[in-house]
């Protein structure tokens, strides 16, 4: 069982604002080639651990654990379309 790609894209996003924001605090400067370098080690380890931590799931739970992770997408997707309408409206 693997992460969904949908799911994968939103922690690269939020991993990188976080590792963004945490340079910029530590160095007092932009440092765009450390932030690259940490966000993609910090996103490929999360992303082992995570699926390596799905491998465990029983195989009778799976269908459950797939349609968690649908209902966060679509929550997800929600969030950014009103996010966008509110933008947009004002």
């Known amino acids: 069982?693997?992460?969904?790609s949908e799911i994968k894209l939103a922690l690269s996003s939020l991993i990188a604002m976080i590792v963004t924001e945490g340079v910029k605090a530590v160095f007092k400067k932009e440092l765009p080639e450390l932030v690259k370098l940490l966000t993609a080690v910090i996103f490929t380890a999360l992303i082992s651990l995570s699926e390596g931590?799905?491998?465990?799931?029983?195989?009778e739970y799976q269908p459950t654990v797939s349609a968690v992770f649908a209902l966060v997408v679509s929550l997800l997707g929600a969030f950014g379309l009103h996010r966008i309408y509110k933008a947009a409206t004002k």
Do not use: S
């Open 53 to 59: 931590l799905l491998g465990f799931v029983p195989f």
């Open 1 to 4: 069982m693997v992460l969904p």
